[in-house]
Nanobody, 121 residues
């Protein structure tokens, strides 16, 4: 069984920085794309940043230049460094990974439980 465990997040003032991490555990043959999403109550979950197995990154326009995503393939982790935070970054952040559990199983998407990020004025 694959599990994603997030850590980090919390409360900070505008202009501050936070670091989110997410570790995958369980039966894992390969982790393909990692991604971070965020969601505020009443709205859809939006992709914030993603990184492929080859290290190619993609960011939403709203965080480009402020957030940085990286991965540690050996530790099966992804990191999201968030700088110059704004109140509009306040949301629940979810880790997502496209994982192949074993060589004979198909790939699937897995989600973390979510971690709250709150940015005050």
């Amino acid at each position: 069984q694959v599990q994603l465990l997030e850590s980090g997040g919390g409360l900070t003032q505008a202009g501050g920085s936070l670091r989110l991490s997410c570790a995958a555990s369980g039966r894992i043959f390969s982790v393909y794309t990692w991604a971070w999403y965020r969601q505020v109550p009443g709205k859809q979950r939006d992709m914030v940043a993603s990184i492929t197995i080859d290290g190619f990154t993609n960011y939403s326009d709203s965080v480009k230049g402020r957030f940085s995503i990286s991965r540690d393939n050996l530790s099966k982790m992804v990191i999201l460094e968030m700088n110059s935070l704004k109140p509009e970054d306040t949301a629940t952040y979810y880790c997502n990974a496209n994982i192949q559990p074993t060589p004979w199983m198909t790939r699937g998407d897995y989600w973390g439980q979510g971690t709250q990020v709150t940015v005050s004025f």
